[in-house]
């Protein structure tokens, strides 16, 4: 059975960094998609980045594109996302999920929330000054 452990969230304030990691056990990533979402009070789920393999595909919102890398750690099954230049807009809580099967971070449903399987859930990420 697999299990998601985010972490790394906190308060930060506008410009900070963060870098969130994502612990997954019960299977290793290779055979993943792994995304991360968020989603802020009142909103829906939307997806801020995605990985596959050994970072073979990588995809980014547009938000956060230029402010945000995905990277993984095969050793320690754990994928993280660094984001910078942190905005009051990205305060939400951040959830990593596995979506199993063929298919890239490049493809139409990248981020669609139906696609992935499993969820952790959840860091809290507030950025305010």
């Known amino acids: 059975q697999l299990q998601i452990v985010e972490s790394g969230g906190g308060l930060v304030q506008p410009g900070d960094s963060l870098r969130l990691s994502c612990v997954v056990s019960?299977?290793?990533?290779?055979?993943?998609?792994i995304g991360w979402f968020r989603q802020a009070p009142g909103k829906e789920r939307e997806g801020v980045s995605c990985i596959r393999g050994a970072g073979l595909s990588l995809g980014y919102a547009n938000s956060v594109k230029g402010r945000a890398t995905i990277s993984r750690d095969r050793g320690k099954n754990t994928v993280y996302l660094q984001m910078n230049n942190l905005k009051p807009e990205d305060t939400a809580v951040y959830y990593c999920?596995?979506?199993?099967?063929?298919?890239?971070?490049?493809?139409?449903?990248?981020?669609?929330?139906?696609?992935?399987?499993?969820w952790g859930q959840g860091t809290q990420v507030t950025v305010s000054s």
């Open positions: 999920a596995l979506a199993s099967g063929s298919g890239t971070c490049t493809s139409t449903n990248a981020f669609t929330v139906g696609r992935y399987d499993d």
């Open positions: 019960g299977d290793t990533l290779d055979s993943y998609v």
